[in-house]
């Protein structure tokens, strides 16, 4: 996977592997994010914006992850972090991971999706976010744990649109934006880590660097002669002919 | 010396301007974020594609506000020149933060910006290498006419190392000027 994201084997704008390109960015990240340290992961969870609510990520020594793991019939997040301090269970955390695409099914504005539909019966949300939310609170509630949702996006800045139509949905949920940015800033800031060096090599060939300083300090200078093309010759050998009278049209 | 031909140094050359003009995508990147997090939002962005690179750039900021808020007191605008010319060596970015002193529509800030008023401005800016308010005569200049009072940074921008870099020589100064011109979060 590294490998094919090095080579842009994908596409650089991924007109034709869109959603494969999402999930396999989520898989290769989190994947290496497994090996990383614990404090590593924990600080990226710490980076995230919290929109408008407090925001403890509990201090734990290991980090289960899982992708794709379904909730219920129409609920399956992109990522699904389980936190534990010994063998206790101290949080959940869901992760909802975008590359170019927003949020599906938008609480605003928008009729229910076929997925929505289909699983009517459950009367969940629509905005995709709460309904993940909605999801993982009967689980966390019957464990007694504590649940956190993270909006993973390619964005600088947070999406205010998108993260006020969920806040406006679910008052009391927990949830904070991240930007694979920020996951670039924890894998960089530790260049001896071999699975962080390569995390970071990998979003940076995605375009998700922050400024590093620029790559190439010299430019090769040009020493032949700057003209390639010579131009003078090109009327000589044209001879024009031109009408015999002064006057080669007459007005009527 | 090399031993490319002509035609050889012109791709490489292309190649290292494609190259050149990503970084400095990305410092502009890492400049937004940093602006974000001081409660500046991108109003024009500084629109630089590696791929059809220019030898000009604009761009303006806006305080953080209530989306399709189009009147402000205070604004800063970026003017990149990337080409030399006849005062500057290298490429050069003029930060300038405005004070209007009234609610002010960026739209028609924008749309009255020549860009010989920015280099003026910039030629100013360059002669004192530290933040300096801009003289009512190179404001009105065709630069910012509306603007009543204004301060003027510029930074080679070839010299900035990193995101910290940009943090302490660019942002913070930015930020620190807008707040010498009274301005205040809302």
Request: charged share 25%; aromatic share 10%.
């Given at each position: 996977m590294?490998?094919?994201?090095?080579?842009?084997?994908?596409?650089?704008?991924?007109?034709l592997?869109?959603d494969?390109?999402?999930?396999?960015?989520?898989?290769?990240?989190?994947q290496?994010?497994?090996?990383m340290?614990?404090?590593?992961?924990?600080?990226?969870?710490?980076?995230?914006?919290?929109?408008?609510?407090?925001?403890?990520?509990?201090?734990?020594?290991?980090i289960?992850?899982?992708?794709?793991?379904?909730l219920n019939?129409?609920?399956?997040?992109?990522?699904?972090l389980?936190l534990?301090?010994?063998?206790?269970?101290?949080?959940?955390?869901?992760?909802?991971?975008?590359?170019?695409?927003?949020?599906?099914?938008?609480?605003?504005?928008?009729?229910?999706?076929k997925?929505?539909e289909?699983?009517?019966?459950?009367?969940?949300?629509?905005?995709?976010?709460v309904?993940?939310?909605?999801?993982?609170?009967k689980?966390a509630?019957?464990?007694?744990?504590?649940?956190?949702?993270?909006?993973?996006?390619?964005?600088?800045?947070?999406?205010?649109?998108?993260?006020?139509e969920?806040?406006?949905?679910?008052?009391?949920?927990?949830?904070?934006?991240?930007?694979?940015y920020?996951?670039?800033?924890v894998a960089?800031?530790?260049?001896?880590?071999?699975?962080a060096?390569?995390?970071?090599?990998i979003?940076?060939?995605r375009?998700?660097?922050?400024?590093?300083?620029?790559?190439?300090?010299?430019?090769?200078?040009?020493?032949?002669?700057?003209?390639?093309?010579?131009?003078?010759?090109?009327?000589?050998?044209?001879?024009?002919v031109?009408?015999l009278?002064?006057?080669?049209?007459?007005?009527s | 010396?090399?031993d490319?031909?002509?035609?050889?140094?012109v791709?490489?050359?292309f190649?290292?301007?494609?190259?050149?003009?990503g970084d400095?995508?990305?410092?502009?990147?890492?400049?937004?974020?940093q602006?974000?997090?001081?409660?500046?939002?991108?109003?024009?962005?500084?629109r630089?594609?590696?791929?059809?690179?220019?030898?000009?750039?604009?761009?303006?900021?806006?305080?953080?506000?209530?989306?399709?808020?189009?009147?402000?007191?205070?604004?800063?605008?970026?003017?990149?020149?990337?080409?030399a010319g006849e005062?500057?060596?290298?490429?050069?970015?003029?930060?300038?933060v405005?004070?209007?002193?009234s609610?002010t529509?960026?739209?028609?800030?924008w749309?009255?910006?020549?860009?010989?008023g920015?280099?003026?401005?910039?030629?100013?800016?360059?002669?004192?290498?530290?933040?300096?308010?801009?003289?009512?005569t190179?404001?009105k200049n065709?630069?910012?006419?509306?603007?009543?009072r204004?301060?003027?940074?510029?930074?080679?921008?070839?010299?900035?190392?990193?995101?910290a870099?940009?943090?302490?020589?660019?942002t913070?100064?930015?930020?620190?000027?807008?707040?010498?011109?009274?301005?205040?979060?809302e």
């Amino acid at each position: 996977m590294l490998f094919a994201e090095r080579h842009h084997k994908l596409g650089r704008d991924d007109s034709l592997t869109h959603d494969r390109a999402e999930d396999l960015l989520t898989s290769t990240v989190f994947q290496l994010l497994r090996y990383m340290p614990v404090s590593q992961f924990l600080a990226l969870l710490r980076l995230a914006r919290p929109v408008e609510c407090k925001w403890n990520v509990a201090d734990a020594d290991r980090i289960d992850v899982e992708c794709w793991t379904r909730l219920n019939a129409s609920c399956c997040p992109d990522v699904l972090l389980r936190l534990f301090g010994g063998d206790k269970l101290l949080q959940m955390v869901l992760i909802e991971a975008k590359l170019f695409s927003g949020k599906s099914g938008s609480a605003v504005g928008e009729g229910p999706t076929k997925e929505d539909e289909n699983n009517a019966a459950e009367l969940l949300n629509p905005d995709q976010l709460v309904k993940y939310w909605q999801s993982i609170t009967k689980t966390a509630n019957e464990l007694r744990v504590p649940r956190l949702m993270i909006y993973l996006t390619s964005h600088l800045t947070p999406p205010m649109k998108e993260l006020s139509e969920s806040r406006r949905e679910v008052k009391d949920m927990t949830f904070a934006w991240l930007s694979w940015y920020d996951v670039w800033l924890v894998a960089n800031a530790d260049p001896s880590s071999l699975p962080a060096k390569d995390l970071a090599e990998i979003l940076a060939c995605r375009g998700f660097a922050h400024f590093h300083g620029f790559r190439t300090k010299q430019c090769q200078s040009i020493t032949s002669s700057g003209r390639f093309f010579k131009i003078g010759s090109w009327f000589k050998h044209v001879k024009l002919v031109l009408p015999l009278k002064h006057h080669f049209w007459t007005q009527s | 010396m090399s031993d490319q031909t002509f035609g050889q140094s012109v791709s490489a050359a292309f190649e290292f301007l494609y190259e050149f003009c990503g970084d400095l995508k990305s410092l502009f990147e890492t400049f937004k974020v940093q602006m974000d997090g001081a409660g500046w939002q991108e109003w024009y962005p500084l629109r630089i594609k590696p791929d059809s690179p220019s030898y000009l750039y604009f761009g303006m900021y806006a305080p953080q506000t209530a989306l399709g808020k189009k009147t402000f007191t205070h604004a800063i605008l970026l003017q990149l020149q990337i080409s030399a010319g006849e005062f500057i060596e290298e490429p050069t970015l003029l930060a300038a933060v405005i004070d209007f002193q009234s609610a002010t529509d960026l739209t028609d800030v924008w749309n009255k910006w020549n860009r010989k008023g920015g280099r003026r401005a910039m030629q100013f800016a360059l002669k004192n290498g530290s933040p300096i308010a801009l003289p009512e005569t190179v404001l009105k200049n065709r630069f910012v006419p509306a603007g009543k009072r204004a301060v003027g940074i510029t930074v080679p921008v070839c010299t900035l190392r990193d995101a910290a870099d940009v943090q302490s020589r660019l942002t913070k100064p930015i930020i620190s000027a807008a707040n010498d011109l009274g301005f205040k979060m809302e």
